[in-house]
């Protein structure tokens, strides 16, 4: 009988959940539609380009590969064999627009014409949703972005590192940002891949990654800490995640930054076992003098994951259906909000649904709103900002800073996150929100 009770009881609190999840997604839809109308976001200009390869699967993988690739293209001709190679097949291959797009490079002039057009939009493109790494620009983006009501997250854009040298260039391109924004009494907000702080990263040789990494990440975690800012590592490959978790837990355990409640992990739900993870990171936040961040994500790299396991013949880490990774993040979601004060949930997703569902189960828990922060992407999540505001959610921007070349590889992962199967950002079209 008492277990009757229990079970009824769960159904029932599903039911208001999702009923209260509805009524707020439609809420949020009809702020978010304000935000997109030409005269008031420029990003209803992206939304032209995204809609097309948003109907279009195939068109969609085939356009954001390419963006990642470009960067290594060097002279027209291979910019042209590579549009060629992307683009001459498909439902899409039958169109006007492409079939001139292709046909264009086999006349010399026109191939020249091309290549310098692709880079011309991609580069635009890029920059449209990250910042140069200029001081004037990077403030500039800080005032904007808090003028908004907003504040931010910086990730210096940069994948693993090829040297040393590199890796100290890295660590010095953050060091140079955490003055920068201490100068203009700006919050020090930090995101940071450790792959990039040290060139022969690898689980394989744990204890020279551990002690080499360790001494970087102490470089730029101190300022970070003293300047009462915020520094969230970002968990990359699955197979890197074991040996970052373990890095960053030995920060945390040193006297020196035991008390660092502004640190943050990234958790990816779209991995199978990410909630057996997410408990991990929960016992780790309970043995601890204080709190700390979990950025709940869908996850940015399901095309290298599944390609990587498949070449290895090894079962593959991701879930393969976007439903399942949408399920997957909410049950994540319920127990990082479950365990609120000892961690607090930032969400980052742009799924209306996803987001909806947060807002609803932090009601159901009698929380406070500012138990959970909801992050946009710059550039990418724009029209949410207002929105969530206005119904008094916390907001923070992730914004990717560097070069056009760097930009355009992040563009890419971004773009495939979002518009992937695994994790749909909202497009509206005649005064409807697609997911």
Known sequence: MAMRLITGGIYLAKLAIEQRRREIEQELRRLVSKEMRPARSAYWWYQLFARRIMRDGELRAQAMRFVDVFPALKNPEGINRHIKEYFAAGPHSSSLLFRGIVGAGRFPVAKHAMALMAGAAVGAMAGHFTIPAEPPKIIKSVKDIRRRGAEYSFDILGEQVLSEEEADIYKQKYL????????????????????????????????????EVAKRLKEIARPVKDSGGSLTIDMEQFYLRGLIWEI??????????????????????????????????????????????????????????????????????????????????????????????????????????????????????????????????????????????????????????????????????RLLENTSQMSSAFFVEQGRIRR
Not at 176 to 189: D, H, M
Not at 360 to 370: D, H, I, T, V, W
């Open 176 to 211: 140079k940002s955490i003055g920068l924004l201490r100068g203009f009494n700006c919050p020090v907000n930090l995101s940071l891949k450790l792959s990039s702080l040290y060139s022969q990263f690898d689980p394989l040789a744990k204890e020279a990654t551990r002690r």
């Open 248 to 413: 960053a837990k030995e920060l945390l355990s040193e006297e020196e930054f035991a008390g660092f409640a502004n640190f943050g992990i990234a958790h990816q739900a779209y991995l199978c076992d990410s909630e057996i993870f997410l408990e991990e990171i929960i016992q780790a936040a309970k043995e601890r003098r204080a709190s700390f961040w979990v950025r709940l994500v869908k996850g940015a790299y399901w095309d290298y994951e599944a390609i990587a396991a498949g070449q290895k013949n090894w079962p593959i880490p991701v879930y393969t259906a976007r439903e399942q990774t949408d399920a997957s993040f909410e049950r994540n979601a319920d127990i990082a909000l479950e365990n609120y004060p000892r961690v607090k949930t930032a969400i980052g997703s742009h799924n209306l649904s996803s987001v909806a569902y947060v807002m609803a189960k932090q009601e159901f828990l009698g929380l406070p709103k500012n138990a959970v922060e909801f992050q946009t992407l710059y550039g990418l999540g724009t029209p949410l900002i207002r929105p969530l505001k206005e119904m008094g959610y916390p907001v923070r921007v992730y914004v990717g800073t560097g070069n056009t070349l760097e930009g355009m590889s992040y563009l890419a992962r």
